[in-house]
């Protein structure tokens, strides 16, 4: 339900009057009971749809949607392209080593050295 304006011609008082859109123009006006009271145009307000189906972000402004869009990109992961051509070896360029592999290479465990038995 909205919420009225109205100014009484004669005295000059104003007010707000909560009432259903369905509801009469108000005419007598409570301060000096006159019916001289005009229903001002007011300002409004915005709307504001709750429930399924409507989404608060559906009217942005075009400067946050701009923003957030912005803001989406630099968040987002930067591609494998970069990584895809680097070698494992640490080469640029995969071309730039002659293994080519993009694996991580394999590296071997040092080996224990193996108590020696005593010959007699």
């Given amino acids: 339900m909205p919420t009225y304006d109205y100014r009484c011609t004669s005295c000059s008082h104003e007010f707000e009057e909560f009432q259903s859109m369905s509801a009469k123009t108000l005419k007598k006006c409570p301060k000096c009971s006159k019916?001289?009271?005009?229903r001002l145009i007011g300002i409004g307000a915005g709307v504001i749809f709750k429930g399924g189906g409507f989404y608060e972000t559906d009217y942005r402004s075009e400067s946050y949607k701009k923003?957030?869009?912005a803001e989406k990109k630099a968040s987002e992961p930067k591609s494998?392209?970069?990584s895809s051509s680097?070698?494992?070896c640490g080469k640029k360029s995969k071309n730039d080593c002659a293994s080519g592999s993009t694996t991580t290479p394999k590296v071997d465990a040092p080996k224990k050295d193996k108590p020696s038995k005593k010959k007699d």
């Fill in 86 to 88: 680097s070698c494992a």
């Fill in 35 to 38: 019916n001289k009271l005009e």
């Fill in 67 to 69: 923003g957030a869009d």
């Fill in 80 to 82: 494998d392209k970069d």
